[in-house]
């Protein structure tokens, strides 16, 4: 495919990706093709394209069950929705970058742009799923579509894609979906988006329904807070306390927000995701 896909007017059920990652099926591209910096999320500085000092010879991590304890916390809160496989298994059919190194650059350059993709697909698949939101389904259906067959193109199409136009257009039917699925809930006028929360006193909290996106919410204490309904799209969780949180039905709720902040055995989370492993018991 060398050219934009033709988008259907009404599209039926398009072929979706796998919107979870798959690392037995990917050729480690997020070791590999993305840069990190020293920091309290990295041990070490790694520029884009130079495999980490911790991949081995068959793309899995040397330090996968140590990773927190070895300063890289940062890999362990990363979610690719899956792109790593597709990029590794369907744009470059299984020829991975060890072997067949003329394809490393396109397939480091390629990767973001697909993970971009299919965060946009799960972020409109949980929209779709919003029965408040039926007014815009036909809307979302159609960038669903358009969106899954972009995941399909290869590499010399996805170069030339303006991922960030897409986004932008996408994003109005989320906005709609949110407001919708927000309307009645009580919190549904407290706007947070892109606020400074950092440090917040927000225990207790009710936000049922508020709009948190893209909220800096670095270290704000939300224990016992109510998130029911709250647009969490892009907040930043990172060493939020959410202990005895109620996150159930949060709107765009993702593994790596989960997974940036703390929590226990009492925080309520979306049945879709998983309790991650470092919360205190």
Known sequence: MSAK??????????????????????????????????????AVNKAAGTPCKNLQEDFRCGIHTRLRDKGFQGCTVFDCFGAGQQVSQVTFGGRDWRTHPGTAGAMYEVFP????????????????????????????????????????????????LDVGALRQRINTHLLRAS????????????????????????????????NLRGAYLIAANLSGAD????????????????????LRGALFLTQPQLGAARGDAATKIPSTLVRPAHWAA
């Not at 606020?195 to 009710?206: Q, T």
Request: proline share 7%; net charge negative; charged share 20%.
């Open 113 to 160: 742009v697909l993970r971009q993709l299919h965060e946009l697909l799960f972020y409109v698949t949980e929209a779709l799923a919003l029965p408040a939101a039926a007014p815009v389904h036909a809307d979302l259906h159609r960038a669903q579509a358009e969106t899954a067959q972009w995941t399909a193109a290869d590499a010399d199409a996805l170069t030339t």
């Open 227 to 246: 998130l029911r309904l709250a647009d969490v799209i892009g907040a930043d969780f990172r060493d939020a306390d959410l202990r005895g949180a109620d």
């Open 179 to 210: 407001e919708l699925a927000r309307a009645k809930a009580p919190a549904r006028k407290k706007n947070h988006r892109g606020a400074d929360l950092m440090g917040a006193r927000l225990a207790g909290a009710d936000l049922r329904g508020a």
């Open 5 to 42: 896909p033709a988008i259907p007017g009404t599209p039926d059920l398009p072929v979706l990706p796998v919107l979870q990652a798959d690392c037995s099926n990917c050729f480690a591209l997020c070791c590999v093709a993305l840069p990190f910096a020293k920091s309290n999320d990295f």
